[in-house]
């Protein structure tokens, strides 16, 4: 059985966030799915199910558990399918709950993946323990369908940040929620954000960090699904459309976004080949 491992969002290989991609004619059985997934040992491995040349279903698995959505999965997906898969040059991709992705590559490489917005809402109460999960100070909390989202005041405090893995691990609860943690970075902001901005980080409309320790991932390196909900917080944070993030991790991964109508989110970035193995199951 053929396998990829591509590193998303990322033009240069050992950056981004990789991904290990099968392309499938049947659904493997679940608990293979899953074992294959934790032998690989990284983030997400995807699964796609062909349907036709332009249609595929996908499934995403990180080393503990099925997860309901994956960005930079699918973005290493797509690009293994129009690699050596489709001659199209759009795809949708077909997921339980959220519907079709549309995704699309253009001719310098980059590929565009169109999803559904989970816009996050701003909290007034919140549990304390929040303000544990970090060492850093916490300007507001906001959570959408994916993670409790913690605004920072400045980009060095997102960088710098020392998670505790053990409090994270407690705000998931049942409903298995992610922390992330964001700040601007550039000068302007709306008056009840303190914002700041960094030397290495003025290309950049804001940065952001991942942790996820109860499904296997202490702190994901770049995280597309997380964007569905940072896009439209900084977009309307910041009064614009088009944003570029960064993702602060040891590997980062830089994506860019544009918002779109009827509750749409572009997120867009590149790929690169690291790996094709032929992996033996009985």
């Not at 980059?110 to 996050?120: D, T």
Request: glycine fraction near 4%; hydrophobic fraction near 45%.
């Amino acid at each position: 059985m053929k396998m990829y491992q591509v590193d998303a969002f990322s033009k240069v290989l050992f950056q981004g966030n990789p991904a290990a991609v099968l392309v499938l004619d049947q659904w493997l059985d679940v608990s293979l799915m899953q074992n294959i997934a934790a032998e690989n040992n990284l983030a997400e491995t995807a699964f796609v199910k062909k349907m036709d040349d332009q249609n595929y279903a996908i499934r995403w698995f990180s080393p503990e558990v099925e997860v309901a959505f994956c960005g930079h999965a699918t973005l290493a997906s797509a690009f293994v399918l129009f690699r050596d898969f489709t001659s199209a040059k759009c795809i949708n991709f077909h997921v339980k709950d959220l519907g079709i992705f549309i995704v699309h590559q253009a001719e310098d490489g980059k590929i565009h993946m169109n999803f559904p917005i989970r816009r996050p809402q701003r909290l007034i109460e919140y549990p304390e323990l929040i303000h544990q999960a970090i060492d850093r100070p916490i300007v507001e909390v906001y959570r959408n369908a994916q993670a409790y989202i913690l605004v920072c005041a400045t980009e060095e405090d997102v960088r710098e940040a020392q998670p505790n893995f053990d409090v994270i691990r407690s705000l998931a609860g049942p409903d298995l929620l992610r922390t992330a943690i964001t700040a601007a970075t550039i000068k302007e902001s709306e008056p009840s954000l303190d914002v700041a901005i960094t030397a290495n980080a003025a290309d950049y409309d804001f940065v952001s960090r991942y942790f996820a320790p109860h499904i296997g991932i202490d702190e994901d390196p770049v995280t597309g699904s997380l964007h569905t909900g940072l896009a439209p917080l900084w977009a309307e944070k910041l009064g614009k459309n088009q944003l570029v993030a960064f993702q602060a991790s040891a590997r980062g991964g830089e994506l860019h976004c544009v918002m779109k109508e009827n509750e749409r989110v572009e997120i867009s970035g590149y790929a690169k080949l690291f790996m094709q193995a032929e992996i033996i199951v009985e």
